[in-house]
């Protein structure tokens, strides 16, 4: 047997992994980089997050990936040095991280990289009938596991594809394995670029649980905050939060045919970008609203759009978790309590003993458990593809 393989054996039947898990989302903001100790696999999974760091991306590395981020038109040459880079940047932050953290790389099982996504199209969002969901997350793990010495799981979402998904969101897997709950109905929120959620009717059953993203999180208010204000985000609210709502735009931004389509959906930046805001601005002849109405108008979309997912799907008592940088943001989280109904109670996902910021990237070394030392079922659930997902790269 070959020794990588062998090693990989012994993880899988090790009582407790240690893996990491690595999210670079929609919002650019960085890395998110999370060591977990996790045991079990499936429902009966268990996580210890022991360490977790953003590690920011500095101006000059988001330049690189803003150049090819969804674009419709990019350098092929420029894509191909980004994908071997951004995988050796990666590796290079996740050793600061364990000599940040006095931890060995040869404690550590497996490294799950999500990669960086720079576009995704699922079937509703593109016009080529030819072909169905696809989406591409770059940073080769081949990379990652040279430049770190780590066997590196990576690329999760084509599976999830091949098997007749969209590719996302995969937080329906671990929000089902770790959160469901027997004693209340539940709603795992995350909101970074683009809000998604995970409802999950009190029980254990696969049934009723729905998994979807709704629509912009931060996206258009980070793209209006870079393209105005050079500023990667408006932070605290500050800019939005003198501002007032204006109806007329909110109007025609709830116009946008991706909130009609029914749930499951996902979407991206490749539908919520600035285009969008100034094509609505137009028509809705809002064109000269001044910055802070349009950020406190773009903070209301995204919280109308939340809250009235969650309001439509928890009819009974039940309590959101919420999740992603969306919840740093005050105008944001109190526009979107004002809107839920009184019987929905808001809380972030710390209260679930995950923090907020890592929610994601601890998603990922889930998935990466499950590639290890999950059990293949049988069941063929729509709602949940019984898949294996990930592809493994060695170190040597
Ligand atoms: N103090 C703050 N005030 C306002 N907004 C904030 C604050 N901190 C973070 N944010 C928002 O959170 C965003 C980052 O969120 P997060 O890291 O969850 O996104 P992501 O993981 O990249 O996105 P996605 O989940 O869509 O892939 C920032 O770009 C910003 O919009
Ligand atoms: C294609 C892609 O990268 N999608 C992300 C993005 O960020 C949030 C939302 O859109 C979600 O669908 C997904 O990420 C999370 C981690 C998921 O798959 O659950």
New binding site residues.
Partial sequence: MHPHIEKLYQSAEKPERLIIGL????????L?VALCRISGSGRETQVTVQAFT?CPYPKAVKDKILTVFAKQTVDLEYLTLLNAWIGKYHGELINQCLKNWQVEPSDIDVIASHGQ?IFHCPKHQHHYSDFGNATLQIGDADHIAVTTGITTVADFRQKHIAAGGEGAPLALYGDYYYFASDTEHRVLL???????LTYLPKGTELEGVVCSDLGP???L??AYMRQHFSQ??????QLASLGTVNQTLLDRLQAEPFFALPLPKTTGPEVFNLEMLEAAQRDSSTEKLSHQDIMATLSALSAQVIARHINTLCTEQCMVYS????V???L?MSQIKQLLAPHIQLHSSDTLGIHP?AK?AVLFAMLANECLAGKVTARKDLALPQVTMGKVSFAD
Avoid: K
């Fill in positions: 999210m670079s989302g929609t919002s650019l903001d960085g998110d953003t996504t995350n909101m970074g670029g683009i809000a998604n999180g931060n996206t208010m980070d990667p985000y408006d932070e605290n609210a999740s992603g940088g969306g740093h943001n005050p944001l910021d994601e």
